[in-house]
Antibody, heavy 122, light 109 residues
Framework: EVQLVESGGGLVRPGGSLRLSCAAS????????MSWVRQAPGKGPEWVAS????????SYLDSVKGRFTISRDNAVNSLYLQMNSLRDEDTAVYYC???????????????WGQGALVTVSS | EIVLTQSPGTLSLSPGEGVTLSCRAS???????LAWYQQKPGQAPRLLIF???ARATGIPDRFSGSGSGTDFILTISRLEPDDFAVYYC??????????FGQGTKLEIK
């Protein structure tokens, strides 16, 4: 069974930093692209960043470019999101997700963690 | 940039009824990139339908998806109490990543 478990959320002041972690199990982590998706209170989900299995290809939502950094450690089956210069509008539940379809062209997010709440407030 | 617009925003229905939810894309999209998710309060979204019409693993056949181009539909026949939730459509584009609609909330009448 695929399991994705996020940690590292919390309350941070505007301009502060936070690092989220995602521990993956139940599948061969090193062979999958991984993504972060966030959901602000009362809003729909919003994709944040993706990293291919070998770390060569990385993409970000425009509003987080230059502030957030996605990374992974395939040796310990973990995905990370370093978030710097946090803003009020970054307040959201952050989900670790497993995208599928890069080989087939049939794109979807087939597994989600339970989420980590990040609150940016003074 | 593709924008997904879902309608209606909220639907009030009774168990046993059927329902169709709409997702309209601002430009024609590849059906292979269109998916639907269900989200219950306090939970992560759950994949229901991918490639516009394929059911994800474990999803009952009461859920079906259809559509192409700019107009996509999620149909739920014979609503069960567990189906009352928020439903999102999603598109993937190589330049903008995953984008989601604003959601349709199904509530019990």
């Amino acid at each position: 069974e695929v399991q994705l478990v996020e940690s590292g959320g919390g309350l941070v002041r505007p301009g502060g930093s936070l690092r989220l972690s995602c521990a993956a199990s139940g599948f061969t982590f090193s062979t999958f692209t991984m993504s972060w998706v966030r959901q602000a209170p009362g809003k729909g989900p919003e994709w944040v960043a993706s990293m291919k299995e070998d770390g060569d290809e990385i993409s970000y939502l425009d509003s987080v470019k230059g502030r957030f950094t996605i990374s992974r450690d395939n040796a310990v089956n973990s995905l990370y999101l370093q978030m710097n210069s946090l803003r009020d509008e970054d307040t959201a539940v952050y989900y670790c997700t497993r995208p599928r379809g890069y080989a087939s062209g049939i794109y979807r997010l087939d597994s989600w963690g339970q989420g980590a709440l990040v609150t940016v407030s003074s | 940039e593709i924008v997904l617009t879902q309608s209606p925003g909220t639907l009030s229905l009774s168990p046993g009824e059927g329902v169709t939810l709409s997702c309209r894309a601002s430009h024609s999209v590849d059906s292979n990139s269109l998916a639907w998710y269900q989200q219950k309060p306090g939970q992560a979204p759950r994949l229901l339908i991918f490639a516009a019409s394929a059911r994800a693993t474990g999803i009952p056949d009461r859920f079906s998806g259809s559509g192409s181009g700019t107009d996509f539909i999620l149909t739920i026949s014979r609503l069960e109490p567990d189906d009352f939730a928020v439903y999102y459509c999603q598109h993937f584009g190589s330049s903008q990543g995953y984008t989601f609609g604003q959601g349709t909330k199904l509530e019990i009448k």
